[in-house]
């Protein structure tokens, strides 16, 4: 656990999300120095866990808000994910738990009950979910949609729906590719995209802030990213948390779920090139970090004039 501060240091309170057929809290717990742990509470004071990378804050929380924790959902199997599995393991607690993770996780995930395939309904009491599999961060990586129990569904509904989605998607942004190859990351983030407006991303990071950076770099005339980078600086500058956001937000905003005009000069894409290769473009670029040459404060400044 690093000794830092934590990049959030005036965590959400829970966050409710009226589904269709039932209403449901989620719980924001950050951990090491920017992970963001949640708690998914699915009958009242019951709830399970979205990865982690450590045990001591979510025990913490837990004790403090008289919840009791009955299952974990790992998205995959990097250590700041299955850290908390491992920690748990380790002082007798995770032993009685519901542990569920990816089918083809490349590793094995400590304590795991439940073996998650593509398009698996899953259940936490009565809250219905989907298991998705968005590869290209990790193979074997899953995201999990709850307030629905199809993708289909989710696709079509204007209802809130809870999408805990790892290191696949995040706000602003996306997560490394490291198994890859780019066009299977193209292709879970474009599969992401399709879910209803109104699905509250969970990302498992608060890299918001740096994300937007590299959004105005590549797409600075675009005016609702313009006022998402100004709003998500001040929440930041204050220690407050960006995640979760809303899917029709990310679409408005993430280059990396874009294709406008402005976008391709940017990255010098030809006319035929598909989303795969624009994709694979803009995450090549972020990767060079040749954005942060100038602070978002200058970058912003610059557009103000």
Not at 49 to 77: K, M
Not at 268 to 294: D, M, P, T
Request: with cysteine; aromatic share 6%.
């Amino acid at each position: 656990m690093s000794s830092h501060a934590h990049a959030v240091t005036s965590p959400h309170k829970p966050i409710l999300i009226q589904g269709a057929t039932r209403a449901f809290h989620v719980h924001q717990v950050p951990a090491a120095s920017d992970n963001l742990c949640w708690l998914i509470e699915y009958e009242p004071q019951r709830v399970a866990l979205v990865d982690g990378p450590s045990a001591s804050e979510v025990l913490s929380y837990l004790s403090q808000h008289h919840l009791t924790l009955t299952h974990i959902l790992n998205t995959h199997t990097h250590g700041d994910h299955i850290g908390v599995n491992r920690a748990l393991e380790a002082e007798g607690l995770l032993s009685g738990l519901e542990v569920w993770g990816s089918a083809s996780a490349p590793t094995a995930i400590p304590g795991l009950t439940r073996s998650l395939s593509d398009g698996e309904t899953v259940k936490l009491g009565a809250l219905e979910g989907v298991v998705l599999l968005t590869e290209g961060h990790l193979n074997g990586h899953i995201s999990f949609v709850f307030g629905v129990s199809a993708e289909a569904d989710a696709q079509r509904t204007e209802d809130e729906l809870a999408l805990f989605c790892g290191d696949t998607l995040f706000t602003g942004g996306c997560g490394y590719v490291f198994d890859g190859p780019m066009s299977v990351m193209a292709q879970s983030l474009e599969r992401l995209a399709r879910l209803g407006p109104n699905t509250h991303i969970f990302c498992a990071h608060e890299y918001t802030l740096d994300n937007l950076h590299f959004a105005l770099s590549v797409e600075p005339g675009n005016m609702a990213l313009l006022r998402r980078a100004r709003e998500v600086l001040s929440l930041r500058t204050e220690g407050r948390s960006a995640v979760p956001s809303l899917m029709s937000l990310e679409v408005e905003t993430n280059p990396f779920l874009r294709e406008s005009p402005e976008l391709k000069r940017s990255l010098s894409s030809e006319v035929q090139e598909g989303r795969a290769q624009i994709f694979e473009r803009a995450r090549r670029l972020k990767n060079s970090k040749a954005y942060r040459a100038r602070s978002i404060e200058e970058l912003l400044s610059s557009l103000d004039c």
